[in-house]
């Protein structure tokens, strides 16, 4: 073995040999940076060389530095047994080299020959396994090594052993376990098993049946974990609570317990514990609380500011504090308001009717027949007409309208509707059939029948691709003639969605439908490679089925225009293969009259290197193309931010936490998720001065706890790399966190200058950074070019100029390079294309939301929405909720909670008699 390897099995604190554990890698010493240079007297780690300093940290001197590393995020002092000092290692040298010629010392191990080792004792279990010659005696040995007491045995021949708890006189058991007799093993903890979905069950590290190589897996990992220790601090909360019980309960909603009163960590403390609370935390579980207690405590947070304020609540008849919230003594007092003020509304009913009463008596005069029937006709013609009581151009009055009409026809069938019911009517019924059922049968609406809505929700067959009559509807849309050159500035956006694959036959075409179909050039290509492999393999090859379907919309610069215009079903774009795909929509959308201005896509690998095709071998950066459908004009590549603010979340979660691929570091300064995890424990301690008077109001467990489906949602990232939080981790007053907020500020302002969404929003919000951009001069360029990208530039220099470690370490100590290329690739991008739109000729402001693809991914949800409990619709199904959605238009309205949200709706323009296309009768 080199030099290098020996290294590796040596470790860097105390400087003893060890060997690698089997199940996982060892723990490299940077993990503990901090923690050394706390320990060791500034003894600074990130000077030690590749070829000469040892990478990793024994498993003792692990552990050791994991509770440092504990006591000071808790903010008290770690005092440790290690040495004073780091060892220390010298380069290596071929004959004096105490690395490579390690020989290991002390009295050499007596090896009994195996003639005559006594024979096995143990007997074996009925089933004919051997436990590995495991007896009872090794395992009680081992589990008194680690600090557990031997109780005896249980009636069934289980070993029973428990780790006490001694306070003053009182003695409780905190963790016991069983042991039977096939070696298997059940834990308890303060007299509760653990449920059997606990992760300690299910850990690859801790073995399910004890032998003699891993019996002592399960006793340390027991030993090294804590337990949850509940939510404490709420002795206010159980006093108000208790009223004569010995322990409160905690009712849910459905009237279900979801948490019980019990005893703390200390015998006076009095704890909640939430009914699923996982009991036993992980050794590597930082927080003294499990996320169920820890979520649990938002709930108990409320009740005990309720508790608080409750005598200060207002108690009027007018009040608008529920009476929930109320004592009793509170709603005594409140309905004897409610009674004195109904006594004070008759007796003021009373007295006017007794003034009109005299009034008539007094002033009044009688009138013959005539001037009776005249004044009779008077006060009908005053009443207001149908219809004319709601406001004008509201939702309400073209109902109404319509109706007024259909129950005028003689003859239902004679009924013209308006387009814009026709729309409607077709987004309930494509939501749900039954429910525009009962809505046409009840009688309180006259709704068409389902036969006339699908004439106009099936005016063209589905086809791959791009289809004529789509485009002459995106045509009719967006208004193509009338508008000024200015407004027809456009960006082409595309993204993958996934779909069910398989195969449906078509009634109507006679055809298979759930084949991959690329365009024409991608077809042929892919039947050429296939007949090519046939005859290499002399097999005959079936051809792909779809997985993924490629949409491409087109969108509005400086109009509202949103249109799906073309899809292909795939199983996923290649690079080659989107070039004559997109190229092929700039030219429909160019020969149609729009000016394609950028590309916006995510930032996905095929999209890298898609845009990376058109600049040369050599190019560092590629961030615009010639468009070749408009000599002299160019096309921009923009990646979608919502994407890039998600990627840099991600890489800060990696640093530290979650998989642990990065390590950050900015300065000097560590930039690491374990940051963001103490500012939100700290920001919800109950022991805090300002009770439930939190900074960071927004976040919850989501935030800080991602799940896959948490880290697709935009508005999670956004929050977390706010200014509020850069903010609050400054508050802390902890100097090893400026590299961290450094970032987040830095992304903050990102996200606010490329997320522009209207002219009014920066003025409403009291943000500058939203404000439309006007001058070609504004300061947000200089911002994003200079400060920005500077800092990114000088950040990834710091990374690759750090001594003494390899090119990996390097690349982990910044942003991955696939989130650096997409965020200078934009901002570069935006800038050049947002100054060069600004000297248009009727340009008075751009907005930078419009350069997302938030728009498409509202689409997508929509295409979802319709296929109900089956979010995946197969080929043929996306091809018929294409044109659905093309017919309703702006009447079908994005869902609520998708991974975008803030984007405000279009209006409906109930004036638009725009017709609407239906399906051609067979002649």
Same mark, same amino acid.
């Given at each position: ?226 337990? %949850? ?47 699923? %609370? ?253 007949? %090519? ?36 079903? %795939? ?353």
């Amino acid at each position: 073995m080199d030099h290098k390897g020996n290294l590796a099995r040596v470790c860097r604190v105390c400087g003893t040999g060890f060997k690698p554990p089997k199940d996982r890698k060892p723990k490299p010493v940077t993990a503990f940076r901090e923690t050394i240079l706390y320990l060791f007297d500034g003894f600074d780690i990130i000077h030690d060389k590749e070829d000469t300093h040892p990478p990793f940290v024994c498993e003792k001197c692990r552990l050791t530095l994991i509770k440092a590393q504990a006591k000071l995020k808790d903010g008290k002092g770690a005092t440790t047994m290690l040495s004073d000092k780091m060892a220390d290692f010298h380069p290596h040298t071929e004959d004096t080299c105490t690395i490579c010629n390690y020989r290991p010392t002390g009295r050499p191990i007596k090896k009994t020959p195996p003639g005559l080792r006594a024979p096995s004792t143990a007997v074996p279990p009925e089933n004919g396994s051997t436990f590995d010659t495991l007896t009872d005696g090794e395992i009680i040995d081992e589990a008194t090594r680690h600090g557990f007491a031997h109780l005896g045995s249980a009636g069934n021949g289980d070993l029973v052993f428990a780790k006490y708890q001694v306070k003053s006189v009182h003695v409780k058991i905190q963790q016991q376990v069983n042991v039977k007799q096939d070696r298997t093993w059940e834990v308890f903890v303060h007299d509760k098993p653990l449920p059997p979905s606990h992760p300690i069950y299910s850990s690859r590290s801790l073995p399910s049946v004890l032998t003699k190589d891993t019996k002592s897996k399960l006793f340390l990992e027991l030993k090294e974990s804590s337990i %949850c220790v509940g939510n404490l601090g709420y002795d206010e909360l159980l006093k108000k609570k208790r009223e004569g019980v010995e322990n409160v309960v905690f009712k849910g909603v459905d009237g279900n317990v979801v948490a019980r009163e019990e005893t703390g960590p200390h015998t006076d403390d009095r704890t909640i514990r939430h009914v699923d %609370c996982h009991l036993l935390l992980p050794s590597n579980k930082f927080s003294p609380r499990c996320p169920t207690c820890t979520a649990h405590g938002n709930t108990l947070r409320g009740a005990l500011h309720r508790t608080r304020h409750k005598k200060d609540l207002d108690v009027s008849h007018s009040s608008r504090v529920s009476n929930k919230h109320l004592t009793k003594e509170q709603l005594i007092d409140k309905s004897k308001d409610l009674q004195r003020e109904k006594r004070l509304q008759k007796t003021l009913a009373s007295k006017a009717k007794d003034r009109v009463c005299d009034a008539v008596e007094k002033e009044g005069c009688n009138v013959n027949e005539n001037q009776h029937v005249f004044l009779q006709s008077v006060l009908k013609a005053a009443k207001p007409k149908p219809g004319m009581q709601f406001e004008d151009g509201s939702a309400q009055q073209f109902l109404f309208q319509q109706q007024v009409k259909q129950s005028q026809q003689q003859d239902a069938r004679t009924m013209r509707w308006h387009p814009m019911m026709i729309r409607w009517c077709l987004a309930i019924f494509y939501t749900s059939n039954a429910a525009y059922d009962i809505m046409r049968n009840s009688g309180f609406l006259q709704l068409p029948h389902r036969t006339t809505l699908q004439q106009y929700g099936k005016f063209t067959e589905p086809t791959p691709g791009f289809n004529p009559d789509i485009l002459t509807k995106l045509g009719e849309v967006s208004n193509l003639i009338n508008l000024p050159d200015w407004k027809k500035n456009v960006t082409l956006v595309w993204d993958e969605m996934k779909i069910k694959s398989g195969l449906v036959f078509c009634k109507s075409s006679g055809d298979l439908i759930g084949f991959t179909d690329l365009g024409e050039i991608n077809n042929e290509m892919k039947d050429f490679e296939r007949r %090519c492999r046939e005859q290499q393999h002399g097999t005959d090859e079936q051809p792909d089925l779809a997985t993924h379907v490629l949409a491409l919309m087109v969108r509005g610069i400086f109009t509202n225009l949103e249109f799906v215009f073309g899809y292909y079903p %795939c199983l996923g774009f290649s690079s080659d293969q989107l070039y004559p795909a997109i190229w092929d929509g700039t030219a429909i959308l160019e020969d149609m009259g729009f000016h394609v201005r950028a590309f916006v896509s995510d930032g996905a690998s095929p999209n890298r290197r898609f845009y990376k095709i058109h600049g040369d071998d050599d190019a560092q950066l590629v961030y615009w193309t010639t468009n070749n459908h408009r000599p002299g004009h160019k096309i921009y590549f923009i990646s979608d931010v919502p994407h890039l603010v998600k990627t840099t979340r991600n890489n800060l979660e990696n640093s530290g936490a979650n998989r642990r691929t990065r390590n950050l570091h900015y300065d000097g300064q560590e930039i690491t998720w374990r940051h963001i995890v103490s500012v939100y424990e700290w920001d919800l301690d109950p022991q805090r001065v300002a009770l439930g008077m939190r900074k960071l109001i927004k976040l919850k467990t989501d935030h800080v706890h991602l799940t896959p489906s948490l880290r697709m949602r935009v508005n999670l990232a956004a929050q977390v790399l706010s200014n509020t939080m850069s903010c609050t981790l400054a508050s802390q007053g902890r100097h090893d966190t400026e590299g961290t907020r450094k970032l987040i500020g830095m992304m903050d302002r990102f996200f606010d200058c490329l997320n522009v969404k209207s002219a009014r929003q920066g003025d409403r919000t009291r943000k500058d950074d939203l404000k439309p951009y006007r001058d070609v001069e504004d300061a947000r360029f200089t911002w994003l070019e200079k400060e920005f990208l500077g800092y990114l530039h000088r950040w990834e220099q710091q990374a690759q100029q750090t001594p003494g470690v390899t090119k990996d370490v390097k690349n982990r100590m910044c942003l991955s390079k696939q989130t650096l290329v997409g965020l200078r690739m934009t901002v570069l991008s935006f800038i050049e294309l947002t100054k060069t739109l600004l000297q248009e000729e009727g340009v008075t402001y751009v907005l930078s939301d419009k350069f997302n693809q938030d728009p498409l991914e509202q689409h997508f949800s929509k295409q979802r929405r319709r296929c109900g409990a089956n979010e995946n619709p197969t080929v043929m199904e996306y091809g018929r909720n294409e044109v659905n959605l093309h017919v309703m238009g702006e009447m079908l309205r994005a869902v609520r909670g998708g991974n975008v949200g803030g984007r405000a709706q279009v209006p409906i323009d109930y004036n638009n008699d725009t017709p609407l296309a239906k399906r051609p009768r067979n002649r």
